[in-house]
């Protein structure tokens, strides 16, 4: 029997880290959801199978300017939370540390504010040497349009957009 192929360009969980960004009381505008599903039931669902397959999770959520709340949100509790005063994750030295430790090369990113957090994080990460991948039904945004710019802007930069499902997928195989 032939020994499977190992893929460097499918995800695989020893190669990737789920970054969450922003997903916490106080921060939720008028959010666009996904057809299948809320972004969070989406998150949640990528969550199960992280935990899973051993892949490790970070968590950042947002306390600047006028946030009222800086709490992530309560399915989300459980994790070990990185509170940040600045909008884009990168620019903490906390979240870069986690990151750094969990020694894989590529970034899962998920959350909220696609035109803003979820955006400096994919960027951010693409520029430091990181491949991101955004799961495109666990991000929310004030609209759609704000939506569509953002990963068309993350994508025409080197972003790799995936859906829940197809990461799973990828991960399960």
Known sequence: MNEP???NILISPDSSAVLIVDCQSGLQPDLVSAADGTPLTVLESVLEHA????????????????VATAEPL?????????TRARANPWEDDAVCAKISAARRDRIVILGNCAEGAVSFAA?????????????VDAIQSASAIDASTALTRMI?????AVTRRQLLLEWDR
Do not use: N, W
């Open 5 to 7: 192929v190992k893929s």
């Open 51 to 66: 935990a899973a397959h051993a892949v490790p999770v970070i968590s950042t959520i947002y306390a600047g300017d006028g």
């Open 74 to 82: 309560p399915s989300l509790a459980h994790l070990d939370t990185v």
């Open 123 to 135: 960027l951010g990460a693409l520029e430091i040497g990181y491949q991101p991948y955004v799961v």
């Open 156 to 160: 025409q930069a080197g972003v790799i």
